[in-house]
C-alpha cells in the first residue's frame, strides 16, 4: 500500500498540466482509458460543465518493483547499551521533574494572585464600611445638633411668650387697679 502511494504521487507529477488543460479544452473522442502506467490507471468520469472528473485505480504491487519504499518498517536502530538508557531515563526524569516543577510554580502563583485578589477585596470592603460608618456618624451628629437647635429655639419662643403673657397680665392688673 505504501508503494503504491509513493508511486502514486510520483506518477501524478509525470501528468503534464497542459494535457490536463487542453483535454479540457479540446474534447476530441478518445479511448475510456486517458492513461495507464505501471501501477495506476487514469479514466475520464463524465463531463461536467464545471470542468472534468477523474477515477485513479491503483493497481496491485508488482513482485518486481523496488522494494526500497517502506513506510510501515521503522528505521533500523542501533542496540542501546545499559549506560544509553539510563541516561535516557534520567532525562526522562529531569524533564518530568521540571515540568512538575512548572506547574507547582504555576500553581503557587495562581494562588498567589487568589490571595492578593481576596486581600484587595478585602480591604476595599473595610474601607467602604469605615467610610460609611464614619458617613452615618456625622450625619447622626448632624441630626442631634439641628434638634438641639430646634428645641433651643422653641424654647427661646416660649420663654419671649412667657414673658409676653406676664407683661400682658401686668398691664390687664394695672388697667384693672385704676379702673376699680
Known sequence: MAKTAIAYKEKMKELSLVSLICSCLYPEARKNIMGEFEDMEVKPINKRASGQAFEVILKPPSPTADSSYSITTPPKKRDMSLEDIQKKLEAAEDRRRSQEAQVLRALAEKREHERDVLLKAMEENSNFSKMAEEKLITKMEQIKENREAYIA????????????????????????????
Open 153 to 180: 429655639a422653641m424654647l427661646e419662643r416660649l420663654h419671649e411668650k412667657e414673658k409676653h403673657a406676664q407683661v400682658v397680665r401686668r398691664n390687664k392688673e394695672l388697667m384693672e387697679e385704676l379702673t376699680a
